[in-house]
């Protein structure tokens, strides 16, 4: 099975490109900062771009295809990743979901034309929509994949449950599932080690969900990473016991492996045997570069220095 991004690579997150998410214009420092991100990103060897319809209200795709347009051979040497499903501000509610037919068709088409380019490598199904139909999905991605717009499906927040029930009415196969998992947003591991366990009722990620991505060879991508800069100082503010023990704790494996933080921080996901793909959303490029060894932490983190990690972070010892 083709995977989205080659199982283990870093991605990286446009969410923050195009100035903010109101409904003013990007100029030219906007598609400036995209430039500088994208050199960035490609210099640590970042391949894989990912975006959503509805990030900074449509302006980072803009801003990415500004790039694009005036960088020719650029589109040929990146991947593209694009997602849709969620509706901001429309017909009255602040937010809704939507994958019938009409509207991923909808999206695709404007996340295109936004992008300046013909075709997405992936698409991802942004939310579960309790009203999807999974034929009606299909059949949409159906005339996406025969028209060339779109030649990979993945999905983003769903269990494994739901992609299953999703699959069994696709021809081509879901290849990414992206969810929010980092060092502080522990649900995803903190589900495997607490089941019949009292302290299990405190985490809501749906048991089975990595094993079943893991199973049938879907790729994870773990985004908040970094976890917003909490453990390695990009995020000003008191922390807590347990993240001051963990931001000690990666500074020192930090030294020792003659690296930065943020490497080994990645590279703790990288480590999970789920081939986790972290998606990077710093825009600081110098942020971007500290990342470059994540994979290279991975390979050679120990057992110990894993589980040793996890504890700090959770502030207690596991069961």
Known sequence: MTIANGRGRLIYGCMGLGGPWDGTSYGAAEIDQAAAVIDAARGIGIELFDHADIYRSGKSEAVFGE?????????????????????????GLDTHYDLSKEAILERVNGSLE???????????????????????????????VAEGKVRQLGVSNMSGAQ??????????????NQLEMSLLRRDWLESTVLVNHAEGL???FPHGTLEHCMAKGI?????????????????????SPAESATASMLQQLAGEKDTTPEAVLLGWLMKHPARISPVVGTTNPVRIQACADAASV????????WYGLWVAARGTNIP
């Not at 790039?67 to 990146?78: D, E, H």
């Not at 992008?115 to 009606?136: F, G, N």
């Not at 917003?228 to 503010?237: D, I, N, W």
Request: aromatic share 4%.
């Open 202 to 204: 405190g985490y809501s």
């Open 219 to 239: 790729e994870l991508q773990a985004y908040g990473s970094l976890a917003q800069g909490r453990y390695t100082g990009a995020r000003p503010g008191k922390l």
């Open 298 to 305: 991975a390979a050679t983190m120990s057992r110990a220095e």
């Open 67 to 91: 790039v694009l347009a005036r960088s020719q051979g650029l589109r040929a040497k990146i991947r593209l990743q694009t997602k849709c499903g969620i509706r901001l501000g429309e017909r």
């Open 163 to 176: 992609i299953a029930f999703l699959q069994d009415e696709l021809e081509m196969p879901v290849v990414a």
């Open 114 to 144: 936004r992008l300046q380019t013909d075709y997405v490598d992936v698409l991802l199904l942004h939310r579960p929509d309790p009203l999807m139909d999974p034929h009606e999905v299909a059949d949409a991605v159906g005339h996406l």
